[in-house]
Every structure is written in structure tokens, then in C-alpha cells.
């Protein structure tokens, strides 16, 4: 059986050639890329680690003024109630010494 110029055409279209493999990345070429892509990982996820902890600085401080602000704001609430107690009972003393009542 000899080959004609057909079966060479066919050929060609489904192999590769020599010069057609001249094209592709080696297994070299893959692990150089290889070694690349991970180290490109690797100084992503250190920056983002880096941004995710400024980011968590900065919202542990905004909570921590805002958590400042309720204490302050229940310290005065309790000031508040203590001093509104003790004008109650004060006026109550003063209505028994008048005999007034209250309504």
C-alpha cells in the first residue's frame, strides 16, 4: 500500500508536525509557569491578607468609638434615673410635710 498526497494532506490535518510541536510549551516551560503562577499566589494572598487586617483595624476602631458612646450614653442614663429617683422621693417627703397629695 503506498501513500499519496491525499493521505499525506489528511495526515497532516489530524497530527502535529515537528513544526507544529515547535509551538507548544514543554513540560519545562510548564513547570517555569508553573512555579511563576504560585509565587504570583503567594504575593497575592500576603497583600490581601494585608488589606483584610488595615480593613479590620479600621472598623475595630469605628466600633470601639461607637462602643465608647453607649457606655458614656448608659452612664448618663443611670445618672439620670439615680437623680430623678431622689427628686421623687424628695418631693414626696415635701407633699407628707404640706399634706398635699399626689393625683
Known amino acids: 500500500m503506498v501513500l499519496t498526497t491525499a493521505d499525506k494532506k489528511?495526515?497532516?490535518?489530524?497530527?502535529a508536525t515537528k513544526d507544529d510541536l515547535k509551538n507548544f510549551a514543554t513540560k519545562e516551560d510548564l513547570q517555569v509557569s508553573n512555579i511563576s503562577l504560585r509565587s504570583e499566589i503567594?504575593?497575592?494572598?500576603?497583600?490581601?491578607?494585608d488589606e483584610?487586617?488595615?480593613?479590620h483595624d479600621e472598623v475595630m476602631t469605628v466600633l470601639d468609638?461607637?462602643?465608647?458612646?453607649?457606655v458614656a450614653g448608659?452612664?448618663?442614663?443611670?445618672v439620670?434615673?439615680?437623680?430623678?429617683?431622689?427628686q421623687n422621693r424628695r418631693l414626696d417627703r415635701l407633699e407628707n410635710v404640706v399634706?398635699?397629695?399626689?393625683?
Open 52 to 55: 483584610i487586617n488595615s480593613k
Open 74 to 78: 448608659r452612664e448618663h442614663d443611670l
Open 80 to 86: 439620670i434615673n439615680h437623680q430623678q429617683g431622689e
Open 42 to 49: 503567594d504575593e497575592t494572598k500576603r497583600e490581601l491578607k
Open 65 to 70: 468609638s461607637i462602643l465608647k458612646e453607649v
Open 99 to 103: 399634706g398635699v397629695t399626689a393625683q
Open 10 to 15: 489528511w495526515f497532516d490535518s489530524r497530527f
